[in-house]
């Protein structure tokens, strides 16, 4: 028996609410396919199990998961899977793989369909219905860890202290409704470094995007009075906002203070565009998700619906996989535990079908939503036309699924038809290197396959030993980087990181040391292709394909094949140029201060205080060291010592 732990690292009474002592176990069978093998396997598990909740995971011969299910009890559910002639052939297949299974009770259903959504998110089990999207939502925070809080887009982990609003559909959505409440509340979006550092205004209190409270421009208490009026605006009290600026900007107007009236109208406009950018009406909504679906030969399309405080932040479409052989109704349930694993649930949850598990899945997303969550199918109303609404837009946006699916499998035809492949690419990798003469080289790597880029598979690679302006010797590097790292994780080539194509952004020489370096490696049975700006440098779209026998083709200019090949070699170029970027902006603000053992960023920022130039804590002497405010006299010791290595 193995205890594992259960529940996430940000809840830490997770192992109190998911295991129980002796809670978790796993049953090993033998290793070869067998649906027979797969029975005995479940029945040795199920003579152990008691009709408790909990959550059950099917492994095969390797130990991967290849399903997770939860239970209200655990014995009459896995039971089940010992009548096999009973289940349909999706999951005789799942049977016949497995040859394990690891058991998790919990204390209530509610539990186990929480650690169920989970765990999908965690194994990515083949037949789970999976939520493929590797997109955080973004939030609009509003910090409260300063006397003058800063308001900004926030992606992530929402550890920061303050108030979170969201969830926005996309970044553009955030990013207007961020510079409307900028005009609007005049609340400050800078860091707080650069805050402190301020002496004068910046260019945003010039714009009227600022109050500019770094330099005094407003007080801690008229600044606190643009925050709560920011809560109020952000929590659906946005008519009672309203109606207080215009007051305000009559009276200005009665007093012949024109100048604050027209700051004031400004305000009262950048209110009226956040609300008139509204594309549907949620009158009478407060904070509400809805969910549509639709389902059109054999692939599912959900769209959602965010309303906060009265206000449609966006909306998304989401195309569910592993769907084949489930309800409806089951694939509904699944997708929004799993959805609500990373984002708060809203206290209204409308849906477009009504679904068994309705009242278990709102009581395990009650403590998210911080009280009683409520999930209805609306039949009149304002409610009614929204989700109608979204019901449209799930079936026109599945419908431009579909049809992109058809012209990229098309494409992928013509892929492997014009570099000779066996079978369609399933994963395509693209390598370029960005640097200027030489300095600060980062080769990139990114990732395609049938349904798109896989971002979270991209690589960069910092270049250490091609120093000079040389590409191929940095292109050898990157290979034989990148390839000997999967030959030693992978080398029986099961995990799927194995390209099936190689595409490098260059010409004959780029081709012929990535060729080169991949015959060293021992690897004969990868498909490389490079591609070059052809004549007049590409002006004209044609572009040069380089073969690794020394062939080249060319494509017909208005071909969607070249459209395509050309968008994976500009999007490993902007990976690249990034990447390149990114690690130019740290050297240059780099200091010499920083590679000295013991001194980080407090003790760095007292000596440049101090003494005004790295060069001159350099030239201090240790007496002078010792005078530093913050500096310890074994602090000082270190830092002499390390200027002054001989003595």
Same mark, same amino acid.
């Not at 004549?535 to 044609?542: D, I, L, S, T, V």
């Given at each position: 028996?193995a205890?594992?732990?259960?529940?996430?690292?940000?809840?830490?009474?997770?192992?109190?609410?998911?295991?129980?002592?002796?809670?978790?176990?796993?049953?090993r069978?033998?290793?070869?396919?067998?649906?027979?093998?797969?029975?005995?396997?479940?029945?040795?598990?199920?003579?152990?199990?008691?009709?408790?909740?909990?959550?059950?995971?099917?492994?095969?011969?390797?130990?991967?998961?290849?399903?997770?299910?939860?239970?209200?009890?655990?014995?009459?559910?896995v039971?089940?899977?010992?009548?096999?002639?009973?289940?349909?052939?999706?999951?005789?297949?799942?049977?016949?793989?497995?040859?394990?299974?690891?058991?998790?009770?919990?204390?209530?259903?509610?539990?186990?369909?929480?650690?169920?959504?989970?765990?999908?998110?965690?194994?990515?089990p083949?037949?789970?219905?999976?939520?493929?999207?590797?997109?955080?939502?973004?939030?609009?925070?509003?910090?409260?860890?300063?006397?003058?809080?800063?308001?900004?887009?926030?992606?992530?982990?929402?550890?920061?202290?303050?108030?979170?609003?969201?969830?926005?559909?996309?970044?553009?959505?955030?990013?207007?409704?961020?510079?409307?409440?900028?005009?609007?509340?005049l609340?400050?979006?800078?860091?707080?470094?650069?805050?402190s550092?301020?002496?004068?205004?910046?260019?945003?209190?010039?714009?009227?995007?600022?109050?500019?409270?770094?330099?005094?421009?407003?007080?801690?208490?008229?600044?606190?009075?643009?925050?709560?009026?920011?809560?109020?605006?952000?929590?659906?009290?946005?008519?009672?906002?309203?109606?207080?600026?215009?007051?305000?900007?009559?009276?200005?107007?009665?007093?012949l203070?024109?100048?604050?009236?027209?700051?004031?109208?400004?305000?009262?406009?950048?209110?009226?565009?956040?609300?008139?950018?509204?594309?549907?009406?949620?009158?009478?909504?407060?904070?509400?998700?809805?969910?549509?679906?639709?389902?059109?030969?054999?692939?599912?399309?959900?769209?959602?619906?965010?309303?906060?405080?009265?206000?449609?932040?966006?909306?998304?479409?989401f195309?569910?996989t592993?769907?084949?052989?489930?309800?409806e109704?089951?694939?509904?349930?699944?997708?929004?535990?799993?959805?609500?694993?990373?984002?708060?649930?809203?206290?209204?949850?409308?849906?477009?079908?009504?679904?068994?598990?309705?009242?278990?899945?709102?009581?395990?997303?009650?403590?998210?939503?911080?009280?009683?969550?409520?999930?209805?199918?609306?039949?009149?109303?304002?409610?009614r036309?929204?989700?109608?609404?979204?019901?449209?837009?799930?079936?026109?946006?599945?419908?431009?699924?579909?049809a992109?699916?058809?012209?990229?499998?098309?494409?992928?035809?013509?892929?492997?038809?014009?570099?000779?492949?066996?079978?369609?690419?399933?994963?395509?990798?693209?390598?370029?290197?960005?640097?200027?003469?030489?300095?600060?080289?980062?080769?990139?790597?990114?990732?395609?396959?049938?349904?798109g880029?896989?971002?979270?598979?991209?690589?960069?690679f910092?270049?250490?030993?091609?120093?000079?302006?040389?590409?191929?010797?940095?292109?050898?590097?990157?290979?034989?980087?990148?390839?000997?790292?999967?030959?030693?994780?992978?080398?029986?080539?099961?995990?799927?990181?194995?390209?099936?194509?190689?595409l490098?952004?260059?010409?004959?020489?780029?081709?012929?040391?990535?060729?080169?370096?991949?015959?060293?490696?021992?690897?004969?049975?990868?498909?490389l292709?490079?591609?070059?700006?052809?004549?007049?440098?590409?002006?004209?779209?044609?572009?040069?394909?380089?073969?690794?026998?020394?062939?080249?083709?060319?494509?017909?200019?208005?071909?969607?094949?070249?459209?395509?090949?050309?968008?994976?070699?500009?999007?490993?170029?902007?990976?690249?140029?990034?990447?390149?970027? #990114?690690?130019?902006? @740290? !050297?240059?603000?780099?200091?010499? =201060?920083?590679?000295? %053992? /013991? +001194?980080?960023? *407090?003790r760095?920022?007292?000596?440049?205080?101090?003494?005004?130039? #790295?060069?001159?804590? @350099? !030239?201090?002497?240790?007496?002078? =060291?010792?005078?530093? %405010? /913050? +500096?310890?006299? *074994?602090?000082?010791?270190?830092?002499?010592?390390?200027?002054?290595? #001989?003595?």
């Open positions: 028996m205890r594992i732990p259960a529940g996430r690292p940000d809840l830490p009474k997770g192992t109190e609410r998911f295991n129980e002592e002796n809670a978790t176990y796993t049953v069978g033998t290793e070869t396919p067998d649906l027979q093998a797969g029975v005995e396997v479940i029945r040795d598990t199920v003579r152990t199990l008691k009709p408790r909740p909990g959550v059950y995971r099917m492994q095969d011969a390797r130990g991967d998961v290849l399903y997770v299910g939860k239970a209200r009890a655990l014995k009459n559910r039971a089940n899977y010992t009548q096999w002639e009973r289940l349909p052939s999706r999951l005789q297949r799942m049977v016949s793989q497995t040859r394990s299974m690891t058991i998790v009770t919990t204390n209530s259903e509610a539990e186990a369909l929480l650690l169920e959504a989970q765990l999908i998110k965690r194994f990515r083949p037949y789970n219905v999976l939520l493929r999207d590797d997109k955080s939502f973004p939030f609009i925070l509003l910090r409260a860890d300063h006397n003058f809080p800063r308001l900004m887009k926030h992606r992530g982990a929402r550890k920061a202290k303050g108030n979170y609003y969201g969830p926005f559909a996309s970044a553009g959505s955030v990013n207007t409704t961020v510079n409307a409440l900028q005009k609007l509340f609340l400050r979006s800078c860091t707080d470094s650069f805050f550092r301020r002496d004068r205004p910046c260019l945003l209190y010039q714009i009227k995007r600022c109050s500019a409270p770094c330099v005094g421009r407003i007080d801690e208490e008229g600044y606190a009075e643009l925050v709560r009026e920011a809560k109020d605006f952000l929590g659906g009290r946005s008519s009672a906002v309203q109606k207080k600026i215009e007051t305000q900007m009559a009276e200005a107007a009665e007093n203070d024109f100048e604050r009236a027209a700051m004031l109208r400004d305000r009262l406009r950048a209110a009226t565009f956040i609300q008139g950018s509204q594309a549907i009406n949620a009158e009478g909504m407060d904070n509400a998700d809805i969910f549509a679906m639709a389902c059109k030969g054999g692939h599912v399309g959900i769209q959602a619906f965010f309303i906060r405080g009265g206000q449609n932040w966006g909306h998304r479409a195309f569910p592993h769907t084949e052989g489930l309800s109704e089951e694939i509904m349930t699944s997708f929004l535990a799993q959805f609500y694993e990373e984002v708060p649930p809203a206290r209204t949850i409308l849906v477009d079908r009504e679904l068994p598990e309705a009242e278990l899945l709102a009581e395990a997303l009650r403590e998210g939503a911080g009280g009683r969550v409520e999930i209805s199918v609306p039949q009149r109303g304002n409610r036309n929204l989700l109608a609404q979204a019901t449209r837009n799930a079936v026109e946006a599945l419908d431009r699924r579909l992109e699916r058809s012209t990229q499998a098309k494409v992928m035809s013509e892929l492997a038809e014009f570099l000779e492949l066996p079978e369609l690419p399933q994963r395509i990798e693209v390598y370029d290197n960005s640097h200027i003469q030489g300095t600060k080289a980062v080769g990139a790597m990114v990732v395609a396959g049938p349904e880029f896989l971002k979270g598979q991209y690589r960069k910092n270049i250490r030993q091609a120093q000079s302006n040389d590409d191929f010797a940095m292109m050898r590097e990157v290979m034989a980087r990148r390839f000997a790292r999967v030959m030693e994780e992978d080398p029986d080539r099961e995990n799927g990181m194995w390209p099936d194509l190689v490098i952004d260059g010409g004959k020489g780029q081709m012929t040391a990535v060729r080169e370096t991949i015959d060293e490696l021992g690897i004969e049975d990868i498909a292709i490079a591609i070059a700006k052809g004549p007049h440098h590409g002006r004209e779209g044609r572009e040069v394909f380089h073969f690794p026998d020394g062939r080249e083709k060319m494509l017909p200019v208005n071909s969607p094949l070249l459209f395509y090949l050309q968008r994976l070699r500009d999007e490993v170029h902007r990976f690249a140029i990034g990447a390149h970027r #990114a690690k130019r902006s @740290r !050297a240059i603000t780099a200091s010499p =201060l920083d590679e000295i %053992p /013991g +001194v980080g960023p *407090a760095k920022r007292a000596l440049l205080l101090h003494f005004g130039t #790295a060069g001159k804590v @350099r !030239a201090a002497s240790l007496e002078d =060291l010792q005078r530093a %405010p /913050g +500096v310890s006299a *074994a602090v000082a010791q270190t830092i002499y010592d390390f200027y002054h290595p #001989a003595g």
